[in-house]
């Protein structure tokens, strides 16, 4: 039988457990702090430490519940070690480590970002050796090249500024709406003429592009569009909502997938794999199913419940390492709220 990889995530405001046996999914479970942020516009990492103390050991216990597992049963332990907000990974790491010692079971500290791309296999199998990563998230915007997920992973590149989630959450705050602001800008783009004002593409022209092929830049975007708010408040005319997040939306996407195919073409890659909360964009989506026409590459993105983090991600991640054969971290490692991208785990 596959091994049993339990995986923990506290990386930011979700606390996820989840159980994973080879390539399948034996039950996910998350609590959220989402709502006791919501009224500070952000994340404050005081109070999701704290939620995380409180939820970790029910949402464990939940889990192992509805796997039908016992700890006993258990072969590995995956906890996301980085990047997040420090005393989060914390919460997750201590747990970690005292469940591995106790049981005397194999710990992997892992990668949390790569984890958002690690989770498709347990949606579409396999993810093929030389696939393109694109990561979407609040926090990151990277595409990679995956030559093997367990062992060599290439950064290409990525946002020089802002994420993409954050220039839709810093969007959603110039137009009122609730935090976080990506899903609202979602929405309403849908409801608006995408060609009705044009606003600028950062780094895909001329010397920019060439410069940085697999590079972002957001923070131009979103300042072009906090001067257009503030220029038509200033003639006291109302705003069109739903255009200025149409045309801002296509002027991220547009930009996105036109950087990810590029990639996919340089690098001659089967499949490209997308991951992160931003990935539940619809008009991300949308343009991406129009690539996988157009260049006749597999796209793959996870359905919408594993986009924005989970535990099963991490047992994912943990579940490729654990069949590669990859070393278990040492019992001493400590979470690293930066670490790099090429790393899939903290070797010894
Ligand atoms: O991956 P994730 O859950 O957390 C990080 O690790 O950052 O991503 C959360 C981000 C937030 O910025 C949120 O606004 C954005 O993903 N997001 C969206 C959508 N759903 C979530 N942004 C745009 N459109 C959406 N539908
Ligand atoms: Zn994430």
Known sequence: MEPLILGIESTCDETGVALVRGRTLLADVTATSMEEHARYGGIIPEIASRAHLEAIEPTLNEALERAGVSLADVDAIAVAAGPGLI????????????????????????????????????????????????????????????????????????????????????VGRLLGLPYPGGPHVDRLAREGDKQAIRFPRGLSTGKHVAAHPYDFSFSGLKTAVARHIEALEAKGQELPVQDICAGFSEAVNEVLVDKAFAAVKAFDAPALIVGGGFSANSRLRELLKAGQEKYGVEVRFPPLKYCTDNGAQIAALGSILARAGVEPSPADFAPDSSLPLSQASLLP
């Open 87 to 170: 005393g989060s990974l914390t919460v997750g790491v201590c747990a970690a480590k005292a469940l591995a010692l106790a049981l005397d079971k194999p710990l992997y500290g892992v990668n949390h970002v790569l984890g958002h791309l690690a989770v498709d296999e347990l949606v579409d199998g396999e993810i093929p050796p030389g696939s393109i990563g694109l990561i979407v998230s609040g926090g990151h915007t990277n595409l990679l090249h995956l030559k093997d997920m367990a062992r060599d992973v290439v950064e290409l590149g990525g946002t020089l500024d802002d994420a993409a989630g954050e220039a839709f959450d810093k």
